[in-house]
């Protein structure tokens, strides 16, 4: 998750095949994903470059999917956000998004893009998290 969290706060913009790796990284499935996954063998990575994929246990990919749209939508951006933090954002005067993500270590971003900040923020969280436990 570090490496993503390095190339997101490189990014001069939000983009499909960073929305790839997001979903990728944090293991999120359709809501339908339950009749293929059965035979999954526990790998969800990138495919394509701009789609998600879960392996069959035969090694070929047993179904793949578009990634919400985190880099780009505060909506998809706020499902990042791990399950009983705070946020707050706000725009300041420099035009960036100033945000916010209190949990177990509090994560503070400025970024130009709103949603970009909210993923680095929500990431950078659930990571803090990861290593507090």
Partial sequence: MKALIAELERAAEGSRELDARIMAVTR???IDADQWLREWDGRIDVYQQTKVAAFHTSGAVSCY???REYST???SALTLVP???YIRMTIGRDKKAW??????EDQKV???IPALALCIAALRARQAMKDAA
């Fill in 83 to 85: 399950e009983g933090s």
């Fill in 65 to 67: 999917w578009d990634p």
């Fill in 110 to 112: 400025a970024y130009a």
């Fill in 99 to 104: 945000v916010w993500v209190e949990c177990a």
């Fill in 73 to 75: 939508s505060l909506d």
């Fill in 28 to 30: 999120e499935m359709p």
